[in-house]
């Protein structure tokens, strides 16, 4: 029922960009957070970014002053825009919301998209 497409990962250079989305659907009544997440290999799951709903953000110290993280409410979709980017970027990166779904509250995840740097 509820699906969290993520999109935009990719192959790039070092000092390259990308910029990744996620779309969330399914009876969704109102979502309250909306996050990127990221795993690389041999680590743990580590908090990129966050977006309130009303527009309060939260980077991690790793990526502040390089990523930006926004939402359109209205499309129900977060984004993660990535500049200048390094191979310690490397990692699978999943969208994460706390959201109601048929009224309850609960976090949900996405199947994560690939980001690779190469040096």
């Known amino acids: 029922q509820v699906q969290l497409a993520e999109s935009g990962g990719g192959l790039v250079q070092p000092g390259e960009s990308l910029r990744l989305s996620c779309v969330a659907s399914g009876p969704i009544n109102r979502i309250e957070i909306m996050a990127w997440y990221r795993q690389a290999p041999g680590k743990q799951r580590e908090l990129v970014a966050s977006i309130e709903d009303g527009g309060s953000t939260k980077y991690a110290d790793s990526v502040k002053g390089r990523f930006t993280i926004s939402r359109d409410n209205a499309k129900k979709t977060v984004h993660l825009q990535m500049n200048s980017l390094s191979p310690e970027d490397t990692a699978v990166y999943y969208c994460?919301?706390?959201?109601?779904?048929?009224?309850?509250?609960?976090?949900?995840w996405g199947q994560g998209t690939q980001v690779t740097v190469s040096s």
């Open positions: 994460n919301t706390v959201m109601y779904v048929e009224y309850a509250l609960n976090d949900y």
